[in-house]
C-alpha cells in the first residue's frame, strides 16, 4: 500500500518522539540507577544524561525532523513557495 | 566609581536600548500588534522565544534549586527543554499553517464554537497571569538589591519600560527586545559561570567543569561533592530523595504545560513561513540550551563553594569550620539582605552546616556538640551571588542584574501581549464586537496590553500568597486544558465541540481543584504529603493526569455525538501540508 504525506509524517514523529523519550524518560529517570553504576568523564551516566545529555540530543532532534520533514514536503509537492505568507487571507 | 552607580549605568543603558528599538518597530497594524507582521527571521525568532521562554525562575532560581536539590532538580531541566521537541514535532508548523493570531482563535475555528474559544480565553487568562504576577515581583527584587530602592519604586520602573515597548510596539516591539535581552541575559549568565568553573576545576566550560576533576586534586567534583554533603548529612547530590514515579509526572507535565503555553507557542506565529516554525524552534531550544546545560554546573560548583567555604575541613573536627569572625565579604553583604542568616546556637563562634532533619546524622552531630543547623540560604542568592563569591570585577555583578531584569522583562511582556491579544482579539473582536474596524481593535489592543500592566504590577506588588507556587499551577492548566485540545484538533478530525467544550472543562477543574486541595490556598485542606496524594503524584505532575482526563473525555463525547461538519474535515486538511 502506497503511503501518504501524513501517514510518513506521522512515521517520521513517531521515530523522534522514541528518541525523546528514550533519552529523558529512559535514560534519566527509568533506568537511572543501573545507568550510574557506569562513569563517564566524571559522570555517573545516568546523572548526567538527566541534566545534561538528554538536552544534548533534544536540540539535534528538532532540527532532524525539520530538515526531514522539508525533504518530505518536497516528495509530495507540497513545500511551500517563496511567495511571502501562502496562508494568509483563505 | 562604585558598584550601585556602576549597576544604574548598566542597567540603565539596557533600558535605553529596549526603548530605542520600540522606537524602531513601532507597530503600524494589527498584524504587527499580534505577530510582527509574520516578517521575523527563524533565528530572531528563537532568540526572542529563549528569552520569553526564560523567566526570572529560570534566571535567578533555577541554578540554586538545582544545587539545593541536585538530582531530584532534574525534572525542571528535562521538563523545561523537552517540552519544544513536541512544540516542534506537535504543535508549532500546524498552528504556523492555520495562520492567525492566537491559540483561543485556532480552538474557536476548528471546534466551531465560540464557546470554546471563550473557554480557551479563560485558561489563557489564568495561566498568564499567575505567571506574570512573578516576573513583575522579581523586577522589583533585582532592584532593590543592586539598586538600593524598595521593591515597589523597581516594580514602578519595570512597568513603565514594559508598558512603553509592550502598548508601541506589540509584538513586533516585543520580538526585538526580546532579541537583545536574550544577548544580555545569556551573556551575564555565562560570563560568572566560565569564571567559577576556571577557579575550581581551572576548565573554563562549565559543562565540562563539573564533570571534570578539582584543580590539583585527581578526584572529579561530583565525587567530591557527594561524599562531603553525605559526610553532613544530606542526601548524596547526584542520587536525590525524590520518588521517581513522582518525577516521571512532574517532567511530563513540565513538558505538556511548555507545549501548551499561549505565550510561546504564539511566537511561532511571527515567522513566515511553516518551515521557518519548525526550524526555528529548533534555534529557540539551542539558545535555551545554553543557559539550561551551564545552570546545573552552576549549581554544583556553587554547592561545593560554599559547602567547603562553610566546612572547610574533615566533619566533626572542632576547628574545621569557618569562624563567623573570618566569613568572607560576600557573606557579610548577603547577610545584610536577610537571605543568608547565621544563629550561633552552640556557641563557639564556628559555623555549623549541616542536614538537622536527618536523625542517625543529628545524632552523631550532638557528640561533636553541634545543636543544630546555624545557617539558612535562600535559594535565589546562588546565581545572583555567584560573581561576588568568585571575586569578580563590579561590572560582572552589574551585568547579572541587567540579565535578571531582562530575563523577568522579556517574560512578561510576552505574557501581556498574548493577554492583550486574548481581549481584543478573541473576546472584543471575536465575540462581543464582531464589526469594530482594524484601527479600533489595534486601539483596543494598545488599551487592553496597557491595562494588563497595571494588574501584572499590582500582583507584583501585593502578590498573593501563593506566588511561589503558581508556576505548579500555570502549567498544570496549560498541560491540562490548552494542550490535549490544540493536539487532538491537528491530529483527529473527528474530535468535535462537544468534546473539546468537555475535554477542556474536565481538565481544567480536575487540575485546579487537586492543586487547591494540596496546596490549600485557603485554608489548608488536604496535607500535601505523598501518602495523601493520587497515585503519589504531587500537584505539581498533576496535569499529565488532567490532560489524560482531557482526552479521555473529549473522545469519549465526540464518539457519541455528531461529526464536526466539513468545513472543519477541510481546515484539518489543509492545516497538515505546508502548502
Known amino acids: 500500500m502506497k503511503r501518504t504525506y501524513w501517514q510518513e509524517n506521522l512515521r517520521l514523529v513517531a521515530i523522534c518522539l522514541a528518541v525523546w523519550f528514550v533519552v529523558s524518560f529512559g535514560c534519566g529517570l527509568l533506568l537511572v540507577d543501573v545507568l550510574n553504576e557506569i562513569t563517564f568523564g566524571g559522570f555517573r551516566l545516568g546523572f548526567w544524561f538527566a541534566q545534561q545529555g538528554s538536552i544534548y540530543v533534544f536540540v539535534p532532534l528538532i532540527f532532524f525532523y525539520a530538515w526531514r520533514v522539508t525533504r518530505l514536503d518536497r516528495k509530495y509537492g507540497v513545500d511551500e513557495t517563496d511567495e511571502p505568507d501562502a496562508s494568509r487571507g483563505d | 566609581m562604585s558598584l550601585t552607580a556602576l549597576t544604574y549605568l548598566v542597567v540603565g543603558a539596557t533600558f535605553a536600548l529596549y526603548v530605542g528599538i520600540a522606537f524602531w518597530s513601532k507597530a503600524r497594524d494589527t498584524g504587527d500588534f499580534y505577530v510582527a507582521g509574520k516578517h521575523v527571521h527563524p533565528v530572531a525568532n528563537g532568540m526572542a522565544t529563549a528569552a520569553d521562554w526564560m523567566s526570572a525562575a529560570s534566571f535567578i532560581s533555577m541554578a540554586g534549586l538545582i544545587a539545593y536539590l541536585g538530582y531530584g532538580a532534574s525534572v525542571y531541566l528535562m521538563g523545561w527543554t523537552g517540552g519544544y521537541v513536541l512544540l516542534a514535532l506537535l504543535i508549532a508548523p500546524y498552528l504556523r499553517r492555520f495562520g492567525k493570531f492566537t491559540v483561543p482563535e485556532f480552538i474557536g475555528e476548528r471546534y466551531y464554537s465560540q464557546t470554546a474559544r471563550v473557554v480557551a480565553v479563560i485558561c489563557l487568562i489564568i495561566i498568564s497571569f499567575t505567571y506574570v504576577a512573578g516576573q513583575m515581583r522579581g523586577v522589583g527584587i533585582v532592584f532593590s538589591r543592586f539598586l538600593g530602592v524598595d521593591v515597589s519604586t523597581g516594580l514602578f520602573v519595570g512597568m513603565g519600560v514594559v508598558f ?348 485546579v481543584s487537586y492543586i487547591v486541595y494540596f496546596k490549600g490556598y485557603m485554608a489548608p485542606m488536604g496535607g500535601n504529603v505523598a501518602d495523601n496524594w493520587l497515585f503519589g503524584i504531587s500537584p505539581e505532575g498533576i496535569g499529565v493526569l488532567g490532560a489524560a482526563l482531557n482526552m479521555g473525555v473529549a473522545l469519549g463525547v465526540s464518539a457519541a455525538t455528531a461529526r464536526p461538519p466539513e468545513s472543519v474535515r477541510e481546515l484539518v486538511e489543509r492545516i497538515r501540508r505546508p502548502a
Not at chain 2, 379 to 396: T, Y
Not at chain 2, 475 to 491: E, K, M, T
Open chain 2, 164 to 511: 512603553f515597548y509592550a502598548v508601541l510596539g506589540g509584538m513586533k516591539g516585543i520580538t526585538y527586545t526580546q532579541v537583545a535581552q536574550y544577548c544580555v541575559l545569556i551573556f551575564a549568565y555565562t560570563v560568572p559561570a566560565v569564571f567559577i568553573s576556571l577557579q575550581v576545576t581551572g576548565i573554563p566550560i562549565p559543562q565540562i567543569a563539573f564533570g571534570s576533576d578539582i584543580a590539583g586534586e585527581d578526584v572529579p567534583l561530583l565525587v567530591r561533592l557527594d561524599q562531603i554533603v553525605t559526610d553532613l548529612g544530606f542526601a548524596a547530590y547526584t542520587s536525590g530523595a525524590k520518588g521517581h514515579v513522582d518525577m516521571f509526572f512532574i517532567t511530563l507535565a513540565l513538558m505538556l504545560g511548555t507545549a501548551g503555553l499561549p505565550h510561546v507557542v504564539v511566537r511561532f506565529f511571527t515567522v513566515p513561513k511553516v518551515r521557518d516554525a519548525r526550524i526555528s524552534a529548533g534555534y529557540a531550544l539551542l539558545f535555551i540550551a545554553i543557559l539550561y546545560t551551564t545552570a546545573p554546573a552552576v549549581g554544583a560548583l556553587a554547592r561545593w563553594n560554599l559547602t567547603t567555604t562553610i566546612q572547610a575541613g574533615p566533619v566533626g573536627e572542632a576547628d574545621a569550620n569557618l569562624a563567623y569572625a573570618e566569613r568572607p565579604e560576600w557573606f557579610r553583604t548577603w547577610e545584610e539582605t536577610g537571605l543568608l542568616t547565621y544563629t550561633d546556637l552552640n556557641g563557639d563562634g564556628r559555623i555549623q552546616y549541616y542536614n538537622d532533619a536527618n536523625p542517625e546524622f543529628a545524632e552523631r552531630a550532638r557528640e561533636y556538640g553541634w545543636q543544630g543547623n546555624e545557617l539558612s540560604v535562600d535559594r535565589d542568592i546562588i546565581v545572583l551571588a555567584n560573581p561576588e563569591i568568585a571575586g569578580l570585577p563590579d561590572w560582572v555583578v552589574a551585568l547579572v542584574a541587567a540579565g535578571g531584569i531582562a530575563a523577568a522583562l522579556s517574560t512578561a511582556a510576552g505574557l501581556l501581549l498574548v493577554i492583550s491579544a486574548a481581549v481584543s482579539h478573541d473576546l472584543l473582536k471575536g465575540v462581543v464586537m464582531p464589526r469594530i474596524s482594524e484601527r479600533q481593535e489595534l486601539m483596543a489592543g494598545r488599551l487592553s496590553a496597557a491595562a494588563a500592566v497595571m494588574v501584572a504590577g499590582y500582583l507584583g506588588f501585593d502578590p498573593p500568597g501563593f506566588v511561589a507556587e503558581v508556576v505548579a499551577l500555570a502549567f498544570g492548566i496549560a498541560a491540562s486544558s490548552l494542550f490535549p485540545v490544540i493536539l487532538l484538533g491537528i491530529f483527529s478530525v473527528r474530535v468535535n465541540r462537544e468534546g473539546a467544550i468537555a475535554g477542556m472543562l474536565t481538565g481544567l477543574l480536575f487540575t
